[in-house]
C-alpha cells in the first residue's frame, strides 16, 4: 500500500521568504517513477509546480516556479523536497506531492498521477 506524506507546510511565511516541502513515500518498491507537486487554490483547478522522474533525473518547473523553486530527489529514502525561495502571496495553496511508476517523463497532467498525498498548506503574506 503506497502512501504519501507531505510534510514542511502549516503556519504563514512572509512574501520573499523560504519553505522547504518534503514528501515521502512508503510502500514504494518501484525502481523507476516519477514524482511531482502541485497546488490547488479554493474554486481553481489543480495545477503542476513541478516533478521529478528517477529516469535520468529530468526535472520540469512550471513558469510561475522557475527560477524560485527546486525540486530535489533522495532515491534512498524516496523521498522528494520542494525547496521555494522568493515565496509570493499568489504562492498561496494546498500543495499536493503525487506519484507514479509508469512515468517515465515529468508530466503535470493530473490524471497520470495514480498516488497523491492529502496535502500541505503553504500560506505567504
Known amino acids: 500500500h503506497v502512501q504519501l506524506v507531505e510534510s514542511g507546510g502549516g503556519g504563514s511565511v512572509q512574501a520573499g521568504g523560504s519553505l522547504r516541502l518534503s514528501c515521502a513515500a512508503s510502500g514504494y518498491t518501484y525502481i523507476s517513477y516519477c514524482m511531482g507537486w502541485f497546488r490547488q487554490v479554493p474554486g481553481k483547478e489543480r495545477e503542476g509546480v513541478a516533478a521529478i522522474c528517477t529516469s535520468g533525473s529530468s526535472t520540469y518547473y512550471a513558469d510561475s516556479a522557475k527560477g524560485r523553486f527546486t525540486i530535489t530527489q533522495d532515491g534512498a529514502t524516496s523521498t522528494i523536497y520542494l525547496q521555494m525561495d522568493t515565496l509570493k502571496p499568489e504562492d498561496t495553496a494546498m500543495y499536493y506531492c503525487?506519484?507514479?511508476?509508469?512515468?517515465?517523463?515529468?508530466?503535470?497532467?493530473?490524471?497520470?498521477?495514480?498516488?497523491w498525498g492529502q496535502g500541505t498548506q503553504v500560506t505567504v503574506s
Open positions: 503525487a506519484a507514479d511508476p509508469r512515468l517515465v517523463t515529468a508530466t503535470f497532467w493530473v490524471a497520470d498521477y495514480g498516488y
